[in-house]
């Protein structure tokens, strides 16, 4: 059988190749952030617009080192604790992460990545006392949502225990009655 011209595949080495664009990894977390509080603020329109003291959810700004350098009050603790400012009467705080490359199968044996983010989460829950979560978005995936054991949930057919962590769909986690998410007024 003789090859035909068309059956050859010949790479030009020597052409030059456009540079990929670099992606800015805080405007990335910036969009990321701004996303989870218009799906929030979408999600529990109903019980804040019943709440209007309590204000809506919006990005945090410069949380990572706010303790660090000053001494805040326990209620400014309350709202400025994680990535995403959150109703006073919300449990949780939210650590907000984009991108991350971070294969699950290295899961089953420990994820410095994942586990950083959870220590994260874990000491702004308690500076604030509430319960931390975790919202991990990778490229071009729906987005997670990590919360500790102790305030599962319905569990969704679908979910991954990791380490004292849930791991679930943040659309599945979503799902839950206003109670799960709010104190009782």
Not at 22 to 36: A, D, H, Q, T, Y
Not at 43 to 68: A, D, Q
């Amino acid at each position: 059988m003789a090859m035909e011209q068309d059956d050859l595949e010949i790479d030009d080495i020597l052409s030059a190749k456009k540079p990929q664009k670099k992606i800015n990894s805080s405007v990335k977390g910036k969009v990321n952030e701004r996303e989870v509080v218009k799906i929030l603020n979408k999600r529990f329109s109903k019980i804040l617009s019943e709440n209007p003291s309590w204000g809506l959810f919006s990005r945090t700004m410069g949380s990572g080192n706010r303790f660090s350098q000053v001494a805040l009050s326990y209620n400014a603790k309350q709202i400025f604790s994680s990535d995403i400012s959150c109703p006073p009467s919300f449990k949780f705080t939210i650590e907000s992460k984009a991108g991350y490359d971070i294969d699950l199968c290295s899961a089953f044996s420990g994820s410095k990545e994942i586990d950083s983010f959870l220590k994260q989460a874990t000491e702004d829950g308690e500076k604030s006392n509430k319960m931390p979560m975790v919202l991990w978005k990778k490229n071009r995936r729906p987005r997670l949502a990590f919360i500790h054991s102790k305030v599962a949930p319905n569990l969704p057919t679908y979910h991954m225990i990791y380490r004292e962590w849930i791991a679930m769909s943040f659309e599945d986690l979503l799902i839950e009655s206003d109670d799960f998410f709010f104190e009782k007024k």
